[in-house]
């Protein structure tokens, strides 16, 4: 057994949602970590004495919060779109790019067309920098093939990212993300032909732990969804969706109906939206970095998830279209900024509650039991995490336990 004990160090342990302490903190805390997992938390005074051959560390008041946690991510994508980018500038937008035959559709094109190798390299540029910033776990959706070969392609990837760095990868099929080229105007076509077979073949190759979609006007209406997701059930998959992102279709309650693990984006959810997630429990996941971009004006109803208790993550949506964002401690801050979260709920939507997003109960706090996935940070309190830009005050990350 390999045990290691921290101590003199300051613990946001994020533990319960209803503590009374806020981040959870612990200050003169200690921690145990024995293969791998947390064994004990507490008071470095209560630290217990028989921990034998413990190599044992004093982090010299550092703060640890349990390692980041992104769960929307499409990290995953052949090309970029500086030149979109370009012509938002020049006043077009993000819908009529969609509809010119640019946006998603494009890098569609480009995904296909590169090898699954490059794919891998270029991904890990971007889950570099999350792993420089503290992350372990990393939610990763398919949905730039949209043929069955490129869906399974860019799951592949996704898996061997986990082989290829300390990292813990979340799959999603996003299958129903956009309507290709080839099946122009054939959305229900395409659901048949190539959506629900590809998701059948990923579930069959054990490549995706849940299954998203796109309920919007440019993408799949409620019903197309629908019967993804009654695919999905009958595969045994969890489900999540992009609802209301652009326009209100009802897609939240829609997912909730499904006991969606989230719904994500939100701007435009209504009160009954809000009701069905609440009754559902399903996490609303903000993404301030595809507010931002597309400088949309229209605030997700924060006021309304809280009081109605809807727990609220915030993740990149690190996208090459209307999220090239791959930092969460931006992610953060923009919450605060943009959405006005507290610097609490921020980082709890990055740890405990982006968990929860992700169906996962070992991770995103700092609690006996759980994985030793844990940030060190150069830092005295937690606030100042969202509070800087551009700034990372990363000292260490454990990753099971292991620096
Ligand atoms: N909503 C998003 O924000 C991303 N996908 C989605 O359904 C955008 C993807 C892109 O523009 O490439
Ligand atoms: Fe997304």
Same mark, same amino acid.
């Given at each position: 057994?390999t *045990?290691r004990?921290l101590t003199d &160090?300051?613990?946001?342990?994020m533990a319960a949602? $209803?503590?009374?302490?806020?981040?959870g903190?612990?200050?003169?805390?200690a !921690?145990?970590?024995?293969?791998?997992r947390?064994?004990?938390v507490?008071?470095?005074?209560?630290?217990?004495?028989?921990?034998?051959d413990?190599v044992s560390? +004093?982090l010299?008041?550092?703060?640890?919060?349990?390692?980041l946690?992104?769960?929307h991510?499409?990290?995953?994508?052949?090309?970029?779109?500086?030149?979109e980018?370009?012509?938002?500038l020049?006043g &077009?937008?993000?819908?009529?790019?969609?509809?010119?035959?640019?946006?998603?559709v494009?890098?569609?094109?480009?995904? *296909? /067309?590169?090898?699954?190798?490059?794919?891998?390299?270029?991904?890990?540029?971007r889950?570099?920098?999350l792993?420089?910033? @503290? &992350?372990a $776990?990393l939610?990763?959706? +398919?949905?730039?093939g949209?043929?069955?070969d490129?869906?399974?392609?860019?799951?592949?990837?996704?898996?061997a990212?986990?082989d290829?760095?300390?990292?813990?990868?979340?799959t +999603?099929?996003l299958?129903?993300?956009a309507?290709?080229?080839?099946?122009?105007?054939?959305p229900?076509?395409?659901?048949d032909?190539?959506?629900?077979?590809?998701?059948?073949?990923?579930?069959d190759l054990?490549?995706?732990?849940?299954?998203?979609?796109?309920?919007e006007?440019?993408?799949?209406t409620?019903?197309?969804?629908?019967?993804?997701?009654?695919?999905a059930?009958a595969?045994g998959l969890?489900v999540?969706?992009?609802a209301e992102?652009? +326009?209100?279709?009802?897609?939240?309650?829609?997912?909730?109906r499904?006991r969606?693990?989230?719904?994500?984006?939100?701007e435009?959810?209504d009160?009954?939206?809000?009701?069905? /997630?609440a009754?559902?429990?399903s996490?609303?996941?903000?993404?301030?970095?595809a507010?931002?971009t597309?400088?949309e004006t229209?605030?997700?109803?924060?006021d309304?998830?809280?009081?109605? @208790?809807?727990?609220i993550?915030?993740?990149t949506?690190?996208?090459? @279209?209307?999220?090239?964002?791959?930092?969460?401690?931006?992610t /953060?801050? /923009?919450?605060?900024?943009?959405?006005r979260?507290?610097?609490?709920e921020?980082?709890?939507?990055?740890?405990?509650?982006?968990?929860l997003?992700?169906?996962?109960?070992?991770?995103?706090r700092i609690e006996?039991?759980l994985?030793a996935?844990?940030?060190?940070?150069?830092?005295?309190?937690?606030?100042? !995490?969202?509070?800087?830009i551009?700034?990372?005050?990363l000292?260490?990350?454990l990753?099971g336990?292991?620096?």
């Amino acid at each position: 057994m390999t *045990r290691r004990a921290l101590t003199d &160090a300051t613990l946001a342990t994020m533990a319960a949602p $209803t503590s009374t302490e806020p981040y959870g903190l612990i200050e003169n805390a200690a !921690l145990v970590i024995e293969d791998g997992r947390i064994a004990w938390v507490g008071p470095a005074d209560d630290l217990p004495q028989n921990l034998g051959d413990a190599v044992s560390e +004093s982090l010299n008041g550092r703060l640890v919060t349990p390692a980041l946690i992104d769960c929307h991510t499409h990290i995953v994508f052949g090309g970029n779109r500086a030149r979109e980018f370009e012509m938002r500038l020049q006043g &077009a937008s993000y819908e009529e790019i969609a509809r010119a035959g640019g946006g998603i559709v494009s890098t569609v094109q480009a995904t *296909r /067309m590169t090898y699954e190798t490059t794919l891998l390299k270029d991904a890990l540029t971007r889950v570099d920098a999350l792993i420089a910033e @503290g &992350a372990a $776990t990393l939610e990763i959706k +398919s949905g730039y093939g949209l043929d069955i070969d490129t869906e399974l392609k860019m799951l592949h990837v996704a898996r061997a990212i986990a082989d290829t760095r300390p990292i813990r990868v979340v799959t +999603s099929f996003l299958g129903a993300h956009a309507i290709p080229a080839d099946y122009a105007g054939q959305p229900d076509a395409y659901i048949d032909e190539v959506c629900l077979p590809a998701l059948d073949r990923a579930a069959d190759l054990g490549l995706a732990d849940a299954v998203d979609g796109f309920c919007e006007g440019i993408a799949f209406t409620p019903d197309q969804i629908a019967r993804v997701f009654d695919r999905a059930r009958a595969r045994g998959l969890p489900v999540k969706l992009h609802a209301e992102q652009l +326009s209100n279709l009802n897609g939240a309650a829609l997912a909730a109906r499904y006991r969606a693990l989230s719904a994500d984006h939100l701007e435009h959810l209504d009160t009954a939206g809000i009701q069905a /997630m609440a009754e559902a429990g399903s996490v609303a996941v903000l993404l301030p970095g595809a507010f931002y971009t597309l400088r949309e004006t229209r605030l997700p109803p924060v006021d309304g998830l809280r009081e109605a @208790g809807v727990p609220i993550a915030i993740a990149t949506d690190c996208n090459p @279209g209307s999220s090239p964002l791959a930092s969460l401690l931006l992610t /953060m801050n /923009m919450a605060c900024t943009l959405f006005r979260l507290t610097p609490e709920e921020a980082l709890a939507g990055v740890t405990r509650e982006a968990a929860l997003a992700l169906g996962l109960t070992d991770c995103g706090r700092i609690e006996p039991g759980l994985r030793a996935d844990l940030a060190v940070w150069d830092i005295a309190h937690p606030a100042e !995490l969202a509070y800087r830009i551009g700034f990372n005050p990363l000292h260490a990350r454990l990753f099971g336990g292991t620096p």
